[in-house]
């Protein structure tokens, strides 16, 4: 559950052992602290309005070389999650939190610092207490949707985050080889969520489960709701359907879905050994919070789609709908399972998953359908391109292209980036730029991923140097004449048949 900092992963291996060490050898290289303990439980009240009460709570020790008379937390985010009543607790004493130092809010927006009283000497223990909760939150898509009878919390954004010390090989704080938590809600709820099921409990007309989370796990999530299942089949890879009505015909759906399933395991390796089957869930609180188009209608989860009620309107047989829930199934390798850093955000957390729906395409129908997804993609490229014509810095290169940059740029990067992976197969076989994309998801699921890590990993399956490659599509502007030539070519000969 930790991130760290991305590296070649030739050096995977040999970065792992020097991160485990940093934090967890019998003698501190930098200041920090440990996790000992770590428990959580989630709450959900139907309101109105509804709401969800979250409380952590912490054992930390420092385990660095020097006292410390602060720690820094990273929080929900007011607005997007609707954050409200924010109650921090150390020893048992409620202590203020404060913002941090202006140099550090830009890149450290959502963090608090909490100073202690007392210098916090070393080998010393301290038992931290946050509590806050969500309504109304302005996301609802892929963070986040709330809603009188389903709720759900993607993997990523509700946790606090303990930061490591601001100072030279600082660690991440250590996390305890396994942590608890709960989620309460009401009794006739569906639930989905990360860990083991270690025991539930009725109380009333609420349910408590409890679940278990090793080290190694990625981030918890939950999905839940007052949902009728209607399941595909009894077998492991079958298909779930959670909506909120039961479903009519939805067997074109099930095979469409399970070969894009099937797919994307075969070309990028299994998915968390815990996530047995895709999962497509109704959630009719769906909208996106600003132009974030991907979670307007379909947002993604670990193994699974949540989609809208205008969504599942276009019925199960639209392509539309289809190929959405594809993107989503994707994210699950190239968004959840990797971690990108911030400057290969774009790239590879958007980028990687469309590019992933180009192979699910392609097996799906054949090289046509290939061809005709690519040619699709170079119309979306030309379209953002006008479209952010009259804005001042039309077009970023991808590698320097920010999720928070304006939307025109982004859709630009983001579809050059799909076809920079399509660019790669074409030079260098599809079954080898696969191959390597699966060793990253193998190697360096649930870390913080770069292009230096994809690019060494591509180089190891292809046994070629991509630095011109990575560099003409990556750090320069525009579309590879000789890319566009190959495929707008062909479509136009094509289409004069």
């Given at each position: 559950m930790n991130r760290i900092a991305p590296r070649p992963i030739a050096a995977a291996l040999l970065g792992l052992s020097l991160i485990f060490c940093t934090s967890n050898c019998g003698v501190p290289l930098a200041p920090g602290y440990r996790i000992l303990k770590e428990s959580r439980e989630v709450h959900f009240l139907p309101g109105p309005p509804p709401e969800l009460q979250v409380r952590s709570v912490y054992t930390l020790q420092n385990f660095g070389t020097t006292s410390l008379s602060f720690i820094d937390i990273t929080f929900p985010d007011e607005k997007l999650y609707g954050r409200k009543n924010l109650h921090v607790e150390l020893d048992g004493h409620e202590i203020t939190p404060s913002k941090l130092p202006e140099e550090y809010q830009q890149e450290s927006p959502n963090a608090l610092r909490l100073a202690f009283d007392i210098p916090w000497e070393r080998k010393q223990s301290h038992n931290l207490t946050i509590e806050y909760s969500f309504g109304s939150p302005a996301d609802r898509g892929s963070r986040i949707t709330l809603g009188a009878d389903n709720f759900h919390l993607g993997p990523r954004g509700w946790i606090p985050l303990p930061q490591p010390p601001k100072r030279v090989l600082a660690p991440y704080p250590a996390r305890p080889p396994k942590m608890f938590y709960t989620v309460r809600m009401p009794e006739?709820?569906?639930?989905?969520?990360?860990?083991?099921?270690?025991?539930?409990?009725?109380?009333?007309?609420?349910?408590?489960?409890?679940?278990?989370?090793?080290?190694?796990?990625?981030?918890?999530?939950?999905?839940?709701?007052?949902?009728?299942?209607?399941?595909?089949?009894?077998?492991?890879?079958?298909?779930?359907?959670?909506?909120?009505?039961?479903?009519?015909?939805?067997?074109?759906?099930?095979?469409?879905?399970?070969?894009?399933?099937?797919?994307?395991?075969?070309?990028?390796?299994?998915?968390?050994k815990n996530i047995a089957q895709p999962r497509v869930v109704e959630s009719p609180e769906l909208r996106a919070h600003g132009d974030d188009e991907d979670s307007k209608t379909v947002a993604s989860f670990p193994g699974g789609a949540l989609v809208s009620e205008d969504a599942l309107a276009l019925g199960l047989q639209s392509d539309e709908l289809l190929q959405k829930i594809s993107y989503a199934l994707a994210y699950s390798w190239f968004g959840d399972q990797l971690y990108p850093s911030t400057n290969s955000a774009v790239g590879l957390s958007k980028g990687l998953p469309d590019y992933a729906t180009v192979v699910v395409d392609e097996a799906h129908g054949g090289e046509p359908a290939r061809r005709k997804r690519i040619i699709e993609f170079l119309e979306e490229y030309?379209?953002?391109?006008?479209?952010?014509?009259?804005?001042?810095?039309?077009?970023?290169?991808?590698?320097?292209?920010?999720?928070?940059?304006?939307?025109?740029?982004?859709?630009?990067?983001?579809?050059?980036?799909?076809?920079?992976?399509?660019?790669?197969?074409?030079?260098?076989?599809?079954?080898?730029?696969?191959?390597?994309?699966?060793?990253?998801?193998?190697?360096?699921?649930?870390?913080?991923?770069?292009?230096?890590?994809?690019?060494s990993a591509l180089e190891q399956s292809t046994g070629k140097n991509l630095a011109e490659p990575f560099r003409t599509w990556l750090y320069n502007k525009g579309m590879p004449q000789d890319f566009r030539s190959r495929y707008q070519t062909a479509a136009a000969a094509s289409n004069s048949k």
């Open positions: 006739n709820f569906l639930i989905l969520a990360r860990g083991r099921l270690a025991g539930r409990k009725k109380d009333g007309g609420e349910i408590e489960y409890r679940f278990e989370m090793r080290t190694g796990d990625l981030a918890p999530y939950i999905v839940a709701g007052r949902y009728v299942d209607s399941s595909s089949g009894r077998q492991p890879s079958s298909i779930s359907f959670w909506t909120m009505q039961p479903l009519k015909d939805d067997s074109a759906a099930v095979l469409r879905i399970s070969a894009a399933w099937s797919t994307l395991q075969t070309d990028f390796g299994p998915l968390d030309d379209e953002a391109v006008k479209q952010a014509a009259a804005t001042p810095n039309p077009e970023k290169p991808v590698i320097s292209t920010m999720l928070y940059d304006p939307i025109e740029q982004r859709r630009i990067a983001r579809t050059k980036a799909a076809l920079f992976f399509i660019a790669l197969e074409d030079a260098y076989g599809e079954a080898l730029v696969r191959q390597g994309l699966k060793q990253v998801v193998a190697i360096l699921g649930g870390q913080e991923v770069g292009y230096d890590d994809v690019r």
